[in-house]
């Protein structure tokens, strides 16, 4: 990852430069990286840059890993793609820009970890207010702004297992493909046949979700709306509730 980011860095500094002595090394890059989470440790984001490296108001860390003109430096050509290639890349893959680090991100994620026996499904908004053209509006949110990513979690440590970016309808899909399923089939691929056990809530639940993860030896506990028609009638007559739990486990409801 860092060695991708190193490339892309280097070689946006040196085209708005006009030259190629700008250079970044993997050490520096890494200290910046470090910088970058002690900020947000700090809750320091909306802070200034100057004043983290202020004798009075800053922390010491700043100061001592990394003058501060050399990190405004670095995080203003910071880049996670190449350029020349960026238009190409678009065409076949809307989160180009920074989809190789985020790939290998999750790579590096399943590499590290084996997840527990149950595993949740979500969906997260990063904050971001971009102009971006797969930005989500959810008012809804604390930051009603920003990108929507589908998520696979370990239940216990809260260790993400997968996850890739909503980034608008997929003309791949099947015409009565169900969106909330093929997220759940993608997000649990790595971990099919292993007995895992995926807890879900309305947005995703279905008895056909059930039963395609059953056939994989994965099972499935989540809410689900009792107005879906795979629904048993005698169920839909108790008015006291909106929502039940489907534990679907065996090839049976």
Same mark, same amino acid.
């Not at 700008?22 to 900020?39: G, I, K, P």
């Not at 793609?81 to 680090?101: G, M, P, Q, V, Y």
């Not at 929507?148 to 970016?165: I, M, Q, R």
């Not at 046949?193 to 994989?216: A, H, I, S």
């Given at each position: 990852m860092l060695k991708h980011i190193k490339k892309c860095t280097e070689a946006e500094a040196q085209r708005l430069l006009g030259n190629d002595s700008w250079s970044l090394h993997l050490e520096e890059l890494d200290a910046f990286v470090a910088l970058l989470y002690v900020r947000g440790a700090l809750g320091a984001r909306c802070i200034e840059v100057d004043e983290l490296w202020s004798k009075k108001w800053g922390a010491p860390f700043f100061t001592d890993t990394k003058s501060r003109n050399r990190f405004r430096k670095i995080l203003k050509y910071l880049c996670f793609d190449e350029k020349n290639t960026r238009s190409e890349c678009l065409k076949s893959d809307k989160f180009a820009l920074i989809s190789t680090t985020w790939n290998h991100f999750i790579e590096n994620c399943q590499l590290n970890y084996i997840p527990g026996s149950n595993v949740t499904v979500d969906k997260q908004l990063f904050p971001s207010r971009t102009r971006c053209p797969y930005l989500e509006y959810m008012p809804n949110k604390p930051d009603k702004f920003g990108i929507k990513f589908w998520l696979l979690a370990d239940v216990e440590t809260k260790y993400l297992c997968n996850g890739f970016p909503y980034v608008g309808k997929n003309k791949q899909r099947a015409p009565n493909g169900k969106l909330p399923e093929q997220v759940v089939m993608k997000l649990v691929a790595p971990y099919r046949n292993?007995?895992?056990? $995926?807890?879900?809530?309305?947005?995703?639940t279905t008895v056909t979700l059930g039963?395609?993860? $059953?056939?994989?030896?994965t099972s499935l506990v989540g809410t689900i709306n009792h107005a879906r028609k795979e629904i048993p009638n005698t169920i839909?007559?108790?008015?006291?509730?909106?929502?039940? $739990?489907?534990?679907?486990?065996?090839?049976?409801w």
């Amino acid at each position: 990852m860092l060695k991708h980011i190193k490339k892309c860095t280097e070689a946006e500094a040196q085209r708005l430069l006009g030259n190629d002595s700008w250079s970044l090394h993997l050490e520096e890059l890494d200290a910046f990286v470090a910088l970058l989470y002690v900020r947000g440790a700090l809750g320091a984001r909306c802070i200034e840059v100057d004043e983290l490296w202020s004798k009075k108001w800053g922390a010491p860390f700043f100061t001592d890993t990394k003058s501060r003109n050399r990190f405004r430096k670095i995080l203003k050509y910071l880049c996670f793609d190449e350029k020349n290639t960026r238009s190409e890349c678009l065409k076949s893959d809307k989160f180009a820009l920074i989809s190789t680090t985020w790939n290998h991100f999750i790579e590096n994620c399943q590499l590290n970890y084996i997840p527990g026996s149950n595993v949740t499904v979500d969906k997260q908004l990063f904050p971001s207010r971009t102009r971006c053209p797969y930005l989500e509006y959810m008012p809804n949110k604390p930051d009603k702004f920003g990108i929507k990513f589908w998520l696979l979690a370990d239940v216990e440590t809260k260790y993400l297992c997968n996850g890739f970016p909503y980034v608008g309808k997929n003309k791949q899909r099947a015409p009565n493909g169900k969106l909330p399923e093929q997220v759940v089939m993608k997000l649990v691929a790595p971990y099919r046949n292993k007995g895992q056990n $995926v807890t879900t809530d309305n947005f995703f639940t279905t008895v056909t979700l059930g039963e395609r993860l $059953v056939k994989e030896k994965t099972s499935l506990v989540g809410t689900i709306n009792h107005a879906r028609k795979e629904i048993p009638n005698t169920i839909k007559k108790n008015e006291n509730s909106s929502l039940y $739990v489907c534990s679907l486990e065996k090839e049976r409801w």
